[in-house]
């Protein structure tokens, strides 16, 4: 899927500091591959992800990517 694609390859990538993601239909299930990205990426400073139907679940795997 899209999300896999796009947080195993263009994420990871350690020059970004800004990614805009709104209404890209991540869901719960996008928002925990983005939360495994997260736990790597040191430079990220700006993370967009507004209109995207992400859940508890998708909402406690990024809260919790973010703690690291």
């Given at each position: 899927?899209?999300?896999?694609?796009v947080?195993?390859?263009?994420?990871?990538?350690?020059?970004?500091?800004?990614?805009?993601?709104?209404?890209?239909g991540?869901?719960d299930?996008g928002?925990v591959?983005?939360?495994?990205m997260l736990?790597?990426n040191?430079?990220?400073?700006s993370?967009?992800?507004s209109?995207?139907d992400i859940?508890d679940s998708g909402?406690i795997?990024l809260?919790?990517?973010?703690?690291?």
């Open positions: 899927d899209w999300s896999s694609d947080c195993s390859s263009d994420l990871v990538n350690t020059t970004f500091v800004a990614v805009n993601l709104s209404w890209c991540l869901g299930e928002a591959v983005l939360s495994e736990k790597t040191t430079t990220l400073l993370l967009h992800l209109c995207n859940g909402a795997a809260s919790e990517a973010l703690k690291t």
